[in-house]
Antibody
Framework: EVQLVESGGGLVQPGGSLRLSCAAS????????MNWVRQAPGKGLEWVSF????????YYADSVKGRFTISRDNAKNSLYLQMNSLRAEDTAVYYC???????????WGKGTTVTVSS | EIVLTQSPGTLSLSPGERATLSCRAS???????LAWYQQTPGQAPRLLIY???SRATGIPDRFSGSGSGTDFTLTISRLEPEDFAVYYC?????????FGQGTRVEV
């Protein structure tokens, strides 16, 4: 079964850091680019970051540029999001999603919740 | 950045009725990069339509997508109980993805 499982969310104070992980299984992880997408409580979806198969191409939303770092370990079938200088507005459920060649996201994890609050 | 505006915000319908959801882009979007997702409460989004009109794997044929340029439509021909959810359009362009704000289809 094709599956993505996020972990690493939690409660963190403003200015703090957190590292999210996404474990992939059931498909050849190294063949797919990946996205992080987030959803603030009661709000819509917001794309956060993209990484290509070999990590050679990386994009960030302006809202997280300079604070978040996306990475992957194809040997471990894992995707990561290092989040620094966290703000209250970063509070959200964070999803990892598989990106197809047509740039659509066809497999999503169940998400991990990040709460930034003092 | 391309802004996607969905309408209406909420659609109140009954099972068996037809639902028509609109997504308008602030500038022309390649049909290849226009998708629709369904999200039920507490669940992750699910890809419904890609390339503006192609159904994703396992999506029933009551779901259809159409449109080009700046105007796109998702149609659910006859609503089933499990179709009451929030629907998002999404586009890819200029190294970023944007989503519409969503349309809630409620009973």
């Amino acid at each position: 079964e094709v599956q993505l499982v996020e972990s690493g969310g939690g409660l963190v104070q403003p200015g703090g850091s957190l590292r999210l992980s996404c474990a992939a299984s059931g498909f050849t992880f190294s063949s797919y680019s990946m996205n992080w997408v987030r959803q603030a409580p009661g709000k819509g979806l917001e794309w956060v970051s993209f990484i290509s198969t070999s990590s050679s191409t990386i994009y960030y939303a302006d809202s997280v540029k300079g604070r978040f770092t996306i990475s992957r370990d194809n040997a471990k079938n894992s995707l990561y999001l290092q989040m620094n200088s966290l703000r209250a507005e970063d509070t959200a459920v964070y999803y990892c999603a598989r990106v197809r060649r047509d740039y659509n996201m066809d497999v999503w994890g169940k998400g991990t919740t990040v709460t930034v609050s003092s | 950045e391309i802004v996607l505006t969905q309408s209406p915000g909420t659609l109140s319908l009954s099972p068996g009725e037809r639902a028509t959801l609109s997504c308008r882009a602030s500038q022309s979007v390649s049909t290849s990069y226009l998708a629709w997702y369904q999200q039920t409460p507490g669940q992750a989004p699910r890809l419904l339509i890609y390339g503006a009109s192609s159904r994703a794997t396992g999506i029933p044929d009551r779901f259809s997508g159409s449109g080009s340029g700046t105007d796109f439509t998702l149609t659910i021909s006859r609503l089933e109980p499990e179709d009451f959810a929030v629907y998002y359009c999404q586009q890819y362009g200029s190294s970023s993805w944007t989503f519409g704000q969503g349309t809630r289809v409620e009973v």
